[in-house]
T-cell receptor
């Protein structure tokens, strides 16, 4: 079974621009979560989608948005980029994302390394 | 506020030394607990998990963790580390629909 894939793997953008990152979950997984990883901050939860609906959202400004398509693929968009948005953005998928069962185990992609200059 | 604290940010050990990484969480309600590992240049991967039952859980590569509910802790242990255990380790708590991760512990094992 193919793992979680993320594209692109690396991005360099200029402050003020916007960017769209893509995530393809493991086949059959309906939940996709996004995280921002920076040194010293660990992984910060951005949002989680399940069946095209955002079920939960972290404490990030409205410049960060996402969506999920009917095939469970997800995109994350960051508008008006700031230098502080430079980070590794991780996507994770799971079967359902709910309950106290193994269906909530998350599988991570390799991430997209975003550099804002 | 919901949070996960990992007390050690950097740990350096010699091979064969014992390892214990601390993890404490603050979260109202029932949670699932996880340890993830990120080896250099690789994806985050699940090391072990606790959902219910025996509070001592065993994971891959000889790792284990103990859930102590009264202390809100889920510490990771390994009796004898190897050079290949050099990685970053993350403790995570699963609440409703989201994970909360600790800031990570970088482990370096000297050969």
């Amino acid at each position: 079974k193919a793992g979680v894939t993320q594209t692109p793997r690396y991005l360099i953008k200029t402050r003020g621009q916007q960017v769209t990152l893509s995530c393809s979950p493991i086949s059959g997984h309906r939940s996709v979560s996004w995280y921002q990883q920076t040194p010293g901050q660990g992984l910060q939860f951005l949002f989680e989608y399940f069946s095209e609906t955002q079920r939960n959202k972290g404490n990030f400004p409205g410049r960060f948005s996402g969506r999920q398509f009917s095939n469970s693929r997800s995109e994350m968009n960051v508008s008006t980029l700031e230098l502080g948005d430079s980070a590794l953005y991780l996507c994770a998928s799971s079967l359902s994302g709910q309950g106290r069962t193994s269906s909530y185990e998350q599988y991570f992609g390799p991430g997209t390394r975003l550099t804002v200059t | 506020a919901q949070s996960v604290s990992q007390h050690n940010h950097h740990v350096i050990l010699s091979e064969a030394a014992s390892l214990e990484l601390g993890c404490n969480y603050s979260y109202g309600g029932t949670v699932n607990l996880f340890w993830y590992v990120q080896y250099p240049g690789q994806h985050l991967q699940l090391l072990l998990k606790y959902f219910s039952g025996d509070p001592l859980v065993k994971g891959i590569k000889g790792f284990e963790a103990e859930f102590i509910k009264s202390k809100f802790s889920f510490n990771l242990r390994k009796p004898s580390v190897q050079w290949s255990d050099t990685a970053e380790y993350f403790c995570a708590v699963q609440g409703t629909y989201k994970y909360i991760f600790g800031t990570g512990t970088r482990l370096k094992v000297l050969a």
